[in-house]
């Protein structure tokens, strides 16, 4: 396993756009360090400060800073495909093939990296959580500071989902751009689908279908934290209470996604005439 992957990290490493996207995929979500410390000062009446504001207490912060991190994977998602893209366009895949290299080591090479930078965003924006939240938490029990670190686990799932998505379709089409854009394809697909069952059935069965899709089911892994916040503000407002909980059933579904892409990647290649 460790071949394989310093074998991609190696040809990461040598590729500056890769080098650039890496970097900024893992710098970018570290802007909430920034957004912790922002102070708005409204015309000298008053003082904004989000990390007064109670968004950065645990148990919040986990789901605050997880769901904010996670729109920022498109970055690494180009790096992805153009993993696939380059492996055609530079006949890298052939020569590795010819040197001994099985199409399997092949696809879990590219696996195996997509795990591993999946696991290093993940620790990353798990220190930068703990310590933004022991900075402005009110609550420092131990008890209260690991509850909610549930969104770390769908954090890590949902990276690997997607990238896992990401390199089925770089094998699909060869051509970053390409799968970069089926990307978008997919996301209008899944919703043109839930469209025609809401027409066909009602929205309840529809909502449920949809949260199979493989886009819909990634992003449900982390619902948006925006109305928890508002929770804790007006706990009394119990119209805007939902489940934001992390449920396993939903990283279950992810997982049959991820082993599914996996899968085709490695059918394809198998299949292809290289």
């Given amino acids: 396993m460790l071949r394989l992957l310093f074998l991609e990290l190696q040809k990461l490493w040598l590729n500056r756009t890769s080098k650039v996207l890496i970097f900024v995929s893992f710098i970018l979500p570290f802007t909430v360090l920034v957004l912790s410390s922002i102070k708005?000062?409204?015309?000298?009446?008053f003082t904004l400060e989000l990390g007064e504001l109670g968004i950065f207490n645990f148990p919040l912060i986990w789901h605050i800073t997880t769901f904010f991190a996670a729109q920022f994977k498109f970055f690494f998602a180009i790096v992805v495909v153009?993993?696939?893209?380059?492996?055609?366009?530079?006949?890298?895949?052939?020569?590795?093939?010819?040197?001994?290299?099985?199409?399997?080591?092949?696809?879990?090479?590219?696996?195996?990296?997509?795990?591993?930078f999946s696991l290093a965003a993940t620790v990353l924006i798990g220190l930068a959580s703990l310590l933004i939240g022991l900075y402005y938490s009110s609550y420092t029990e131990f008890n209260i500071i690991i509850e909610g670190t549930e969104f770390l686990v769908a954090y890590f799932f949902k990276l690997v989902g997607f990238f896992s998505l990401c390199l089925f379709f770089g094998m699909l089409l060869k051509r970053s751009a390409f799968?970069?854009?089926?990307l978008f394809i997919l996301y209008i697909l899944e919703w043109i689908i839930f469209g025609l069952i809401v027409w066909q059935a009602n929205l309840d069965i529809a909502e449920k279908i949809q949260n199979f899709f493989p886009l819909k089911s990634m992003y449900k892994l982390i619902d948006e934290p925006f109305r928890r916040v508002v929770m804790t503000k007006f706990p009394d407002k119990t119209e805007i209470a939902y489940d934001y909980a992390v449920?396993?059933?939903?990283?279950?579904?992810?997982?049959?996604?991820?082993?599914?892409?996996?899968?085709?990647?490695?059918?394809?290649?198998?299949?292809?005439d290289l």
């Fill in 82 to 116: 153009s993993m696939i893209g380059n492996e055609y366009s530079n006949k890298t895949l052939k020569q590795n093939l010819i040197d001994g290299l099985s199409k399997k080591e092949f696809i879990l090479s590219k696996f195996y990296t997509i795990v591993f």
């Fill in 247 to 272: 449920h396993w059933h939903e990283i279950g579904i992810v997982l049959f996604w991820t082993a599914l892409f996996i899968f085709l990647s490695y059918r394809l290649l198998k299949k292809r």
């Fill in 40 to 45: 708005i000062n409204f015309f000298g009446f």
């Fill in 179 to 182: 799968a970069l854009a089926f």
